[in-house]
């Protein structure tokens, strides 16, 4: 039988490995001689982020125990003691960290990381001492503006002057959206930072199909600085000893949501447009649906009460009412996020028709878990 102290101890065998790994990556001969190649190179980027994440974690935790940053349990939260909510710093720290050591920083990503710096900053302050909607959403909007400064904007209007302006409105809808998106389904274990690791996976597979090395290796640099993250948030026997916080969350959905749009992609067709859709589908399905049942249902009336409206009706909360356990609805929602996204990758290369065919599989799919979710719903009711 394990006990507490064995376990404390493997704990600490795994730290001082990675803590070795990191040594040895850090080594100039082993990145120039094993890393180098390009087919090699986005292993490096993801073996450091992870490394870096997942080294400063404990670190984390210890200063949010500190200074007293931590998520109490209330009636709407599943957790049972105060839990520390720093665990978004070093995420942002191996991300940012994995992209300049491998010299992978170009104009627009610099922007994209000042606009996520700034995400960083404002989640930290509302998970101190907790800031307006309102004023949390001016952050999102002026960060977004930084990194249309670069020229990150969806191009799929022509370029006219309603074009530009359709281009600019779908590029502010779209990275506040999913920024928001990913923040609301940061309710379970486990939830957010592995949504991040499937769709930054995915993203980096369409890269290196069609052709953008450096997408790639931004997306690995992600993959890794949440993996190093999971160990700590989503325990098989244990409650997660840190969470993101909206550090951590808005951080997550704000840089995914911009590398989408600097990627090339989205702009040639609709089935161009379809693959980083499928990707994000379960983010644009859980913010829509939420949207469009509360308004229907007479919860939110405006604007305003629809940024501060706080409930437990999302896509997580309705699977775990009808399967009764938190860890399964994180399960499906992971296996829910992958299904899309292998419909995304089989885009690629799909013929008029066959793409046609997997939309609306896709489509099929969503409706199939909005019954289920409904269902939940009553229940859980």
């Known amino acids: 039988m394990t006990t507490p102290s064995s376990k404390n101890v493997t704990l600490d065998l795994w730290w001082f490995a990675s803590a070795g790994l990191m040594a040895l990556l850090l080594l100039p001969s082993v990145r120039s001689t094993w890393f180098s190649h390009y087919g090699r190179r986005w292993f490096y980027i993801l073996s450091f982020s992870f490394c870096v994440s997942y080294l400063l974690l404990p670190f984390a935790r210890m200063v949010a125990f500190r200074l007293k940053i931590l998520d109490y349990p209330s009636n709407r939260k599943i957790h049972t003691d105060p839990t520390p909510l720093l665990g978004g710093?070093?995420?942002?720290?191996?991300?940012?960290?994995?992209?300049?050591?491998?010299?992978?920083?170009?104009?627009?990503?610099?922007?994209?990381?000042?606009?996520?710096?700034?995400?960083t900053l404002t989640g930290l302050l509302d998970d101190t001492f907790t800031l307006s909607a309102r004023l949390k959403l001016f952050c999102q909007l002026l960060a977004t503006v930084i990194v249309m400064l670069a020229g990150v904007q969806l191009t799929l209007f022509p370029p006219v002057w309603w074009g530009w302006v359709g281009n600019l409105f779908l590029t502010v809808l779209w990275v506040t959206g999913i920024t928001n998106a990913l923040n609301f389904l940061d309710g379970m274990d486990g939830l957010a930072a592995g949504l991040s690791v499937i769709t930054?996976?995915?993203?980096?597979?369409?890269?290196?199909q069609t052709n953008q090395p450096l997408m790639g290796w931004l997306s690995a640099a992600m993959v890794g600085s949440c993996l190093g993250f999971l160990p700590y948030n989503f325990r098989r026997k244990a409650p997660a000893s840190i969470f993101l916080g909206d550090a951590g969350s808005t951080f997550l959905g704000f840089t995914l949501a911009s590398l989408a749009v600097k990627g090339n992609w989205a702009e040639n067709s609709i089935i161009d447009i379809?693959?980083?859709?499928?990707?994000f589908g379960v983010l644009i399905f859980d913010m829509i649906h939420l949207t469009v049942d509360r308004i229907t249902s007479g919860q939110v009336k405006d604007f305003k009460g629809w940024l501060e409206y706080v409930g437990q009706d999302h896509l997580h909360h309705r699977i775990a009412a009808l399967l009764h356990s938190p860890r399964q609805s994180v399960l499906f929602i992971y296996l829910l996020s992958i299904c899309l996204g292998l419909s995304a990758i089989a885009l690629r290369n799909a013929r008029t028709v066959d793409a046609l065919v997997l939309i609306v599989q896709a489509a099929i799919i969503?409706?199939?878990?909005t019954i289920l979710e409904r269902k939940g719903n009553k229940r859980h009711r």
């Open 89 to 119: 710093i070093p995420i942002f720290i191996a991300f940012t960290g994995g992209i300049l050591v491998n010299s992978i920083l170009d104009r627009e990503m610099g922007f994209i990381l000042l606009g996520a710096a700034l995400m």
């Open 366 to 369: 969503v409706v199939i878990v």
């Open 200 to 208: 930054a996976g995915f993203m980096g597979i369409v890269a290196f």
């Open 274 to 279: 379809a693959a980083p859709i499928l990707i």
